[in-house]
T-cell receptor, first 116, second 111 residues
Framework: GAVVSQHPSWVICKSGTSVKIECRSL??????MFWYRQFPKQSLMLMAT?????????EQGVEKDKFLINHASLTLSTLTVTSAHPEDSSFYIC????????????FGDGTRLSIL | SQQGEEDPQALSIQEGENATMNCSYK?????LQWYRQNSGRGLVHLIL?????REKHSGRLRVTLDTSKKSSSLLITASRAADTASYFC???????????FGTGTKLQVIP
């Protein structure tokens, strides 16, 4: 079945560091990928829609300059948390849907980001 | 975009008992999915039910969908300690639209 790979699984770094998270669709092409954020004990909230070859669409309240999204190919989207601070610590998950459109979203395993 | 409202927020039962959780939403959907998330981990897809379906089974899972009431329920029968997790409904409008998550139900199954 369709697989989405997310890397890294967890990151611990110092405040001020920029962190890049990769999301790959391994056996299908995805013109659209989605990035979610989950705070402890809460549900997942959509941050942005990543569009291959064009700018990402951000949800209200999400800082574009803070969370840079690049979708340079049909199988890879990256989320860069720029100049990360402790309040950016969270669980980030990406998802993608195969071409056929009627299949469910396939989620990566998530990245736990901890900023010291 | 809408978010599904799930209830209960938390549920604690004994092993062997059944667990039922509900999801309500406001706008039309193409399909509704249920996912499980173990603490601090990724999401596991459990089951998908389309808008023209009313009930679906998968092993110990039974999902119902009532589009007139805009609600769905997930029943886990003969629960096991390994079922302890958070469960989310996911609302899908289909096509290349984004999906939205429900608020989640945290299930604890006591051995």
């Amino acid at each position: 079945g369709a697989v989405v790979s997310q890397h890294p699984s967890w990151v611990i770094c110092k405040s001020g560091t920029s962190v890049k998270i990769e999301c790959r669709s391994l056996d299908f092409q995805a013109t659209t990928m989605f990035w979610y954020r989950q705070f402890p004990k809460q549900s997942l909230m959509l941050m942005a829609t990543s569009n291959e070859g064009s700018k990402a669409t951000y949800e209200q309240g999400v800082e574009k300059d803070k969370f840079l999204i690049n979708h340079a190919s049909l199988t890879l989207s990256t989320l860069t948390v720029t100049s990360a601070h402790p309040e950016d610590s969270s669980f980030y998950i990406c998802s993608a849907r195969p071409w056929t459109g009627e299949q469910p979203q396939h989620f990566g395993d998530g990245t736990r980001l901890s900023i010291l | 975009s809408q978010q599904g409202e799930e209830d209960p927020q938390a549920l604690s039962i004994q092993e062997g008992e059944n667990a039922t959780m509900n999801c309500s939403y406001k706008t039309s959907i193409n399909n509704l999915q249920w996912y499980r998330q173990n603490s601090g981990r990724g999401l596991v897809h459990l089951i998908l039910i389309r808008s023209n379906e009313r009930e679906k089974h998968s092993g110990r899972l039974r999902v119902t969908l009532d589009t007139s009431k805009k609600s769905s329920s997930l029943l886990i029968t003969a629960s096991r300690a390994a079922d302890t997790a958070s469960y989310f409904c996911v609302l899908d409008s289909g096509g290349y639209q984004k999906v939205t998550f429900g608020t989640g139900t945290k299930l604890q199954v006591i051995p």
